[in-house]
């Protein structure tokens, strides 16, 4: 298994500002996933994070709205940048075990106002 | 590529009577499966995984779920439903060469007394 640590917890921003999120493992991870999940929605991946290359977006996310730092193999951040209303929601980190199962950090709830 | 369909966003039953929440998923490669669980405002729980060996996983609280590779589904039962089971239930598949996961809508639950 494996324990990851999300930080903040949750925030409320202003419109217009930036909040980075951070995500720290207990093991040394090749992948991590960052994730959003939207009021009464399931979750979206938004990218992949390797270590040492860029982050892979999936379809709808781009790299100057969500920019990914993955600076070692167990830590990892994901900015939301210039933050409107529709950009609030949970975000949550990612990894998975040698069993293929997702271990996820605790979320960051986002209210943007 | 992968991904998963969630056949019920709703799913009401019971308590006492069983439970059945479907899902099919679509995988270029051998997929491993997981149902994960959600209760209000908590984080995600892993209830039960598929990852090649037995068609029929047990999982915690009484779920089971059967890998069936001729329907391409995966679909959650329990035999008698308790009112703690109200939440929302992700069927997710992973084709084990990326480690990307992919979350079904996902399926509320709705325990009636």
């Known amino acids: 298994s494996a324990v990851i640590s999300q930080k903040p917890s949750r925030d409320i921003c202003q419109r217009g500002t930036s909040l980075t999120i951070q995500c720290q493992v207990d093991?040394?991870?090749?992948?991590m996933f960052w994730y959003r999940q939207q009021p009464g929605q399931s979750l979206t991946l938004i990218a992949t994070a390797n270590q040492g290359s860029e982050a892979t977006y999936e379809s709808g996310f781009v790299i100057d709205k969500f920019p990914i730092s993955r600076p070692n193999l167990t830590f990892s951040t994901l900015t939301v940048s210039n933050m409107s209303p529709e950009d609030s929601s949970i975000y949550l980190c990612?990894?998975?075990?040698?069993?293929?199962?997702?271990?996820f950090g605790q979320g960051t709830r986002l209210t943007v106002v | 590529a992968q991904s998963v369909t969630q056949l019920d966003s709703h799913v009401s039953v019971s308590e006492g009577t069983p439970v059945l929440l479907r899902c099919n998923y679509s995988s270029s490669y051998s997929p491993s499966l997981f149902w994960y669980v959600q209760h209000p405002n908590k984080g995600l729980q892993l209830l039960l995984k598929?990852?090649?060996?037995?068609?029929l996983v047990k999982g915690i609280n009484g779920f089971e779920a059967e890998f069936k590779k001729s329907e391409t589904s995966f679909h959650l039962t329990k035999p008698s439903a308790h009112m703690s089971d109200a939440a929302e239930y992700f069927c997710v598949v992973s084709d084990n060469r990326d480690d990307k996961i992919i979350f079904g809508k996902g399926t509320r639950l709705h325990i009636l007394p």
């Open positions: 990612s990894v998975v075990g040698g069993g293929y199962e997702a271990f």
């Open positions: 093991s040394q991870v090749t992948m």
């Open positions: 598929y990852t090649s060996a037995a068609t």
